[in-house]
T-cell receptor, first 115, second 116 residues
Framework: DAGVIQSPRHEVTEMGQEVTLRCKPISGHNSLFWYRQTMMRGLELLIYFNNNVPIDDSGMPEDRFSAKMPNASFSTLKIQPSEPRDSAVYFC?????????????FGPGTRLTVT | AQKVTQAQTEISVVEKEDVTLDCVYETRDTTYYLFWYKQPPSGELVFLIRRNSFDEQNEISGRYSWNFQKSTSSFNFTITASQVVDSAVYFCALSEPSNSGYALNFGKGTSLLVTP
């Protein structure tokens, strides 16, 4: 079975450009999480969807960040305009249910570099 | 405030040594879940174990074992007879109902280096 799929795996862009990260969760999973990993802040939650609905976006750093989940098999995280401090690895994770009992499966991550 | 503390930033051991990675957590919820994830140099996050707050039984899986003690709010991870392939960053994480959707609250990680 395919795991969580993220694209692109690597993205290098210039400051001010729009960046779109993509995620395809595991089929049948109804919870989706976006995390960001940096050296300074470690792994932190950005936003959480349940049944395609954003439940909590309090972790989104600022209005430059937006996320959507138009259907159960696709989610995007967009940064517009991008800044060098957005450089990080962005992970998408999915789980079968809402609740800690359900293991979260992580994608391979997208390494974003903003110059 | 940091909810999951991994006090050891880096550990270096020689192959075949045993090593314990410490994890201390903080929560006010009575129901919660604890996890360990491994992040090898390739970067992906690999699930190792999940424990719920009502199950304090220690667990062993091959060379890996976990010690969960609610009295000290700790969930330590021991690798017996370490191998070079164990070199990775290990993350302890807490999942609780008061956190959005039981999202994972990660510690800062412990970087383990196993040398031949």
């Amino acid at each position: 079975d395919a795991g969580v799929i993220q694209s692109p795996r690597h993205e290098v862009t210039e400051m001010g450009q729009e960046v779109t990260l993509r995620c395809k969760p595991i089929s049948g999973h109804n919870s989706l999480f976006w995390y960001r990993q940096t050296m300074m802040r470690g792994l932190e939650l950005l936003i959480y969807f349940n049944n395609n609905v954003p439940i909590d976006d309090s972790g989104m750093p600022e209005d430059r960040f937006s996320a959507k989940m138009p259907n159960a098999s696709f989610s995007t995280l967009k940064i517009q305009p991008s800044e060098p401090r957005d450089s990080a690895v962005y992970f998408c994770a999915s789980s079968t249910g809402q609740g800690g009992y359900y293991e979260q499966y992580f994608g391979p991550g997208t390494r974003l570099t903003v110059t | 405030a940091q909810k999951v503390t991994q006090a050891q930033t880096e550990i270096s051991v020689v192959e075949k040594e045993d090593v314990t990675l410490d994890c201390v957590y903080e929560t006010r919820d009575t129901t919660y879940y604890l996890f360990w994830y491994k992040q090898p140099p390739s970067g992906e996050l690999v699930f190792l174990i999940r424990r719920n707050s009502f199950d304090e039984q220690n667990e062993i899986s091959g060379r890996y074992s976990w010690n969960f003690q609610k009295s000290t709010s700790s969930f330590n991870f021991t690798i017996t007879a370490s191998q070079v392939v164990d070199s990775a960053v290990y993350f302890c994480a807490l999942s609780e109902p008061s956190n959005s959707g039981y999202a994972l609250n990660f510690g800062k990680g412990t970087s383990l280096l196993v040398t031949p």
